[in-house]
């Protein structure tokens, strides 16, 4: 493995709720992802991050926001939690180095339902 | 139309057989191209790397680029049941502020 966990691995939660998700990684890569993972959608990325601080949006970042205060972590909120969110998400990390940054490596994945 | 096209399957093989799976591409800026080997219930996993065209061999796995085509592959010789998975292409280019965009993944089924 990597060096990253994702917690929490799986949450239940009600339409309307706040939900933050966290990816904590050992490696100290600088890049960050959270991707979403749907049927017929493949990988979809939502927020990353490039440094302590730095974030930017992906594809599908309506309804998201993320946040990096530190190195290690990278958290992804759902502000006001929709059916439409369920799904499962990934953390994945790059190491930002020159050709090598396109390597990304996943976390195990947190299933998110939202009822 | 996405930017990156991938046949879902699922593919169906018999053990030992050679598998070819496929990604159309319409952005003609990505130069890095990766295949990445998904278990059910896990995350993804990089299997293969090609920088811009050409092939790439690391043991059962054959992975080709046609930049001219926009068309990339991953062949499997000597299939096990092991690689049963999902398969998703993913490729970037130094426009794309090291974002990676995926395929939506095959699914590859290998019958004992």
């Known amino acids: 493995d990597a060096g990253i966990t994702q917690s929490p691995r799986h949450k239940v939660t009600e339409t309307g709720t706040p939900v933050t998700l966290r990816c904590h990684q050992t490696?100290?890569?600088?890049?960050m992802y959270w991707y979403r993972q749907d049927p017929g959608h493949g990988l979809r990325l939502i927020h990353y991050?490039?440094?302590?601080?730095?974030?930017d949006k992906g594809e599908v970042s309506d309804g998201y926001s993320v946040s990096r205060s530190k190195t290690e972590d990278f958290l992804l909120t759902l502000e006001s939690a929709t059916s439409s969110q369920t799904s499962v998400y990934f953390c994945?990390?790059?190491?930002?180095?020159?050709?090598?940054?396109?390597?990304?490596?996943f976390g195990q994945g947190t299933r998110l339902t939202v009822v | 139309q996405k930017e990156v096209e991938q046949d879902p399957g699922p593919l169906s093989v018999p053990e030992g057989a050679i598998v070819s799976l496929n990604c159309t591409y319409s952005n003609s800026a990505f130069q890095y191209f990766m295949w990445y080997r998904q278990y059910s219930r896990k995350g993804p996993e990089l299997l293969m790397y090609?920088?811009?065209?050409g092939n790439k061999e690391d043991g059962r796995f054959t992975a080709q680029v046609d930049k001219s085509s926009k068309y990339i592959s991953l062949f499997i010789r000597d299939s096990q049941p092991s690689d049963s998975a999902t398969y998703l292409c993913?490729?970037?280019?130094?426009?794309?502020?090291?974002?990676?965009?995926f395929g939506s993944g095959t699914r590859l089924l290998v019958r004992p």
């Open positions: 090609t920088y811009s065209s």
């Open positions: 994945a990390i790059s190491t930002g180095t020159g050709r090598r940054n396109t390597e990304a490596f």
């Open positions: 490696e100290n890569h600088r890049y």
């Open positions: 991050s490039y440094g302590v601080k730095d974030t």
């Open positions: 993913a490729m970037t280019g130094m426009d794309s502020s090291y974002k990676l965009i």
